[in-house]
């Protein structure tokens, strides 16, 4: 069966920084990533990595957040620096496999003074 298990979610002061944790069970993923999605407006994609190491970032995350994999852990990471008000939503974690998407079941960020 395979799943996704976030954390590392809370509440962090702007310019502050937090990492999350993806780790997948059940199969390899070629491709992991986030997603996120603040009150009010649609989920949009973050940032993914492939298994070597390729990346894509938004342009609103590009310099600030860096997400890396440990494949032998399968387990995706997302560094966050430089938070800003606008980075609070719920983070999502996906995983694309060959035939379904899975998606984690979410985790807070906060960014407020």
């Known amino acids: 069966q395979v799943q996704l298990v976030e954390s590392g979610g809370g509440l962090v002061q702007p310019g502050g920084s937090l990492r999350l944790s993806c780790a997948a069970s059940?199969?390899?993923?070629?491709?992991m990533g986030w997603f996120r999605q603040a009150p009010g407006k649609q989920r949009e994609f973050v940032t993914s990595?492939?298994?070597?190491?390729?990346?894509m970032y938004a342009t609103s995350v590009k310099g600030r957040f860096t997400i890396s994999r440990d494949n032998a852990k399968n387990t995706v990471y997302l560094q966050m620096n430089s938070l800003k008000p606008e980075d609070t939503a719920v983070y999502y974690c996906?995983?694309?496999?060959?035939?379904?998407?899975?998606w984690g079941q979410g985790t807070q960020v906060t960014v407020s003074s």
């Open positions: 990595i492939t298994r070597d190491g390729s990346t």
């Open positions: 996906k995983a694309w496999g060959l035939t379904s998407d899975y």
């Open positions: 059940g199969t390899i993923f070629r491709i």
